[in-house]
C-alpha cells in the first residue's frame, strides 16, 4: 500500500513537471519562430534610437564672466578706520543685478542687440531666439555668482556686511548640436548682458548728466548775480565810509584793537577805518566769487556741449559698447577748436578723459570670462547608453508584439471552434 502511494506521488510530480515545460516552451517557441522579426524590431530600434540621439542630444558649453569692479564705476571710498583712500567692494549690488537681470532677460532688449550688431541671421542667435521666447526663458542660462552666500555664512561664521551679496560674475551655460555653436552662444551671453548692463548704465547716467548740465549752468548765473548784488553793496558802503572819514579826519587816528568776532550788530562799533577795510575785503570776497563762478560756468558749458551729443549718440543706438567707444571720439570732437592752455579747459578734457578710461577699463577689459567658453567634446548623452537603451526597448517591444499577437491568434481558434 505504501508502495502505491509513493508510486501515484511520483506520477503527480512527472505530470507536473511536464505541464511547467509545457508552458516554458509555449512561452519560448513563439519567440524562437518570431526570431526574425524580432531581431529586426530591435535593430531598428536601435538604429533609430542612435540617429535619435544624433539629431536632439546636444553640446553643452559653460562659462564663467566675471565683473573687474565695483559697478556702476565709483570713485575710491574712504575706510572708516583709518581714513585711507580704497577701491569700493567688487560686484553689483543686488538691487542693481536685478534691474540689469529684468532688461536681459527680455527678448526684446536681446532683438536690439542683435540688430545693433548685425546678427540677427546668425545660427547661434537664431537657437537663442528660441530660448527666450520659451517658458523657462534665458534664466536658466545665466545664472548670478555671489561673493558670499548663506553656505559661506554657515562654514566661517558671523555675519555678512552688505556688500558680501554683490554679483560678481554670471555663470553661463549653453547647449546646442555643435560644439563650436554651444561656444559661440555662450560667448554672446557673456557679451550681450555686459553690453545691457553698460548700456543701461550710461543711458540713465548720460541723460541725467545732459539735464545737471543746464540746471548747474543756470544756478551759477543766479549765484553770479547775487555776488554783483554784493559787490555794487560793499561799494556803495565803501563810499559812504571815505566821506565820513573825510568829515571826521581824526576817526582815522584812532587806536584800533584785534577783533576776535564781527557781526552785522557788532560791526557798527568799529571804526570807520576798520569797516572800510572789512568793506573792501568782502569786496574781494564776492569778486573771487564772481571769478570762481564764471570758472565753473565756463567748464559747465563745455561739459553742455560735449553732452549734447552724447544724447545724439544715444539717440542712434542700442549698444552699450558703441556708446563707451564713442565717448572719446565725441569728446576730441567737441575740444579741438578750444584752447587747450586754458586751465579751465584743459581740467574738464583732463577729467573726461580719466573717465571714459576708467570705463573702458573696467567694462570692457576687466570685465570678462575668466573661464570658458568651453569647447565640450562630448555631448550630454551618451551614444553608448543611448544605444543600449533602444535595443532593450526594441526588444522589449518585439516581444510583447509577438506575445499579444499569439494570443490574440489562439483565442479566435477557439471562439471559431
Not at 533609430?48 to 564705476?73: D, N, R
Not at 563650436?180 to 557679451?191: F, R
Not at 555794487?232 to 565820513?244: A, D, V
Not at 545724439?312 to 549698444?319: A, E, H, Y
Amino acid at each position: 500500500m505504501k508502495h502505491l502511494d509513493e508510486l501515484q506521488q511520483d506520477n503527480h510530480q512527472h505530470v507536473y513537471f511536464d505541464e511547467n515545460e509545457t508552458k516554458l516552451s509555449d512561452l519560448l517557441l513563439p519567440l524562437w519562430h518570431a526570431r526574425k522579426l524580432i531581431i529586426g524590431v530591435t535593430l531598428g530600434a536601435t538604429v533609430i534610437g542612435g540617429v535619435g540621439s544624433m539629431i536632439l542630444s546636444k553640446y553643452k558649453s559653460e562659462g564663467f564672466f566675471q565683473f573687474g569692479g565695483a559697478i556702476p564705476l565709483q570713485k575710491k571710498i574712504k575706510d572708516p578706520r583709518d581714513g585711507r583712500e580704497i577701491d569700493p567692494p567688487t560686484g553689483i549690488a543686488i538691487s542693481d543685478y536685478k534691474r540689469y537681470a529684468a532688461a536681459f532677460h527680455s527678448a526684446e532688449r536681446f532683438a536690439e542687440y542683435t540688430q545693433e550688431d548685425k546678427l540677427t541671421n546668425a545660427p547661434e542667435v537664431i537657437n537663442l531666439r528660441k530660448t527666450f521666447a520659451s517658458r523657462e526663458g534665458i534664466s536658466a542660462r545665466i545664472e548670478p555668482i555671489y561673493s558670499f552666500t548663506k553656505l559661506d555664512a554657515k562654514e566661517l561664521g558671523g555675519g555678512s556686511k552688505d556688500s558680501d551679496s554683490n554679483v560678481i560674475g554670471l555663470r553661463i551655460n549653453y547647449a546646442s548640436a555643435s560644439p563650436e555653436g554651444a561656444q559661440k552662444a555662450v560667448g554672446l551671453l557673456g557679451t550681450y548682458a555686459m553690453d545691457t548692463i553698460v548700456y543701461l548704465i550710461y543711458s540713465d547716467a548720460l541723460r541725467f548728466k545732459h539735464a545737471e548740465m543746464n540746471t548747474k549752468i543756470t544756478e551759477l548765473e543766479n549765484d553770479i548775480i547775487s555776488s554783483n548784488e554784493k559787490q555794487e553793496q560793499y561799494k556803495r558802503k565803501g563810499n559812504s565810509l571815505k566821506q565820513i572819514i573825510t568829515r571826521y579826519p581824526d576817526s582815522a587816528n584812532q587806536a584800533t584793537r584785534q577783533v576776535v568776532t564781527v557781526t552785522e550788530e557788532s560791526a557798527r562799533y568799529l571804526s570807520p577805518v576798520a569797516q572800510l577795510m572789512s568793506s573792501e575785503v568782502e569786496f574781494a570776497e564776492a569778486s573771487e566769487a564772481i571769478l570762481k563762478a564764471k570758472r565753473e560756468q565756463q567748464q559747465y558749458k563745455l561739459l553742455r556741449e560735449y553732452y549734447d551729443r552724447v544724447k545724439v549718440l544715444l539717440d542712434s543706438t542700442k549698444s552699450g559698447e558703441t556708446i563707451l567707444r564713442g565717448l572719446e571720439p565725441i569728446k576730441h570732437a567737441v575740444f579741438k577748436d578750444k584752447n587747450m592752455e586754458d586751465e579751465a579747459i584743459r581740467q574738464v578734457f583732463n577729467k573726461l578723459t580719466i573717465d571714459n578710461q576708467s570705463a573702458l577699463n573696467l567694462y570692457l577689459d576687466k570685465s570678462r570670462f575668466i573661464a570658458g567658453p568651453s569647447l565640450p567634446e562630448n555631448r550630454t548623452e551618451r551614444l553608448s547608453l543611448v544605444l543600449l537603451l533602444s535595443a532593450l526597448l526594441g526588444l522589449l517591444a518585439a516581444g510583447c508584439f509577438v506575445f499579444v499577437r499569439n494570443w490574440l491568434k489562439k483565442n479566435s481558434m477557439q471562439i471559431e471552434g
